[in-house]
């Protein structure tokens, strides 16, 4: 067991720095998305969508790491060549590949949302002060309107996870294409 937590001899290098340019590209990109559908301030915007992404980042890289043991050698093998050498060795892989960011980008989406959900909720309950009795149609008046802000919240954090994706999707096209040219 404590060899299994060594580490590593060789890192990543290019993997960890692509990481975090996909990091900051989905922070500006979504801290956009939110300030502009969901009206938040900028400070806000940016720090709802640092929280998210670094969460739902680590928390994947914990299920990578907790599956990646699991794998089939022959899997194991096609992640370290595109890994270290951006290349698949069996050509059937692509389609598996596709399949799993298709996972990938619900599971975050569902991450982001929840996360963002209780981050709304928890900050606002921390500024809001204890409020006198509301009448009855006050309190139905409130329950449509977080209902309306649910259904805002999901469209908005779609719409900001679908942005960041198809511009880390484009990154990794250009560069799969600048590495093609040389």
């Not at 299994?4 to 990091?23: H, K, N, Q, V, Y």
């Not at 670094?54 to 992640?79: M, Y």
């Not at 960011?101 to 949302?113: N, P």
Request: cysteine-free.
């Amino acid at each position: 067991m404590p060899e299994e937590l060594s580490l590593p001899r060789i890192l990543p290098i290019g993997a960890m720095l692509f990481e975090t340019l996909f990091l900051l590209v989905a922070i500006s990109i979504e801290g956009y998305v939110l300030h502009r559908w969901l009206k938040f301030d900028k400070k806000t915007s940016i720090f709802y969508a640092l929280a998210i992404n670094v969460f739902s980042s680590v928390f994947g890289w914990n299920i990578f790491f907790l599956v990646e043991p699991r794998l089939d050698v022959k899997l194991k093998s096609e992640l370290i060549s595109y890994i270290f050498f951006n290349n698949f060795k069996n050509p059937g892989t692509q389609s598996t590949i596709i399949f799993l960011a298709s996972l990938i980008f619900l599971g975050t989406f569902l991450i982001k949302f929840l996360l963002l959900k209780v981050l709304i909720i928890t900050l606002s309950e921390i500024g809001e002060k204890e409020k006198i009795e509301t009448s009855q149609q006050q309190k139905l008046y409130r329950i449509e309107k977080m209902q309306l802000q649910n259904t805002n919240l999901i469209t908005t954090t779609l719409i900001a996870n679908s942005m960041s994706y198809t511009a880390i999707t484009l990154i990794l096209l250009i560069r799969n294409l600048s590495i093609g040219l040389n």
